[in-house]
């Protein structure tokens, strides 16, 4: 987790409650954006694509995102609630 501003206009009670105390515990901003910085600038990740990477080293990410069918409903049902209607079908 991150230590920044955002969503401090409108913190929700238990925002307001737990922040405070998990705060030390919390990357800096230029901890929190340390990954991405290094995924897009390695010359050697130059040619990775679709992998997941926290704290500058690669991940796999839930076991529930490799399931294909439930992409697909994922993705059907996003398109249907946002009015879509040529989407391709994965």
Known sequence: MVSTSFGAEDPG?????????????MK???????TSIH??????LQ????????NGKPK????RSYDQAAAARLWQ????LAGLTSVPRL
């Open 47 to 54: 040619q990775v694509t679709g992998r997941y990477f926290a």
């Open 13 to 25: 009670r238990v925002q307001r409650l737990l922040v405070p105390f998990m705060r030390p515990f």
């Open 28 to 34: 800096t901003p230029a901890q929190g954006a340390a």
């Open 77 to 80: 049902v996003s398109a249907d």
């Open 39 to 44: 995924v897009a600038a390695a010359p050697d």
């Open 60 to 63: 796999s990410s839930a076991t």
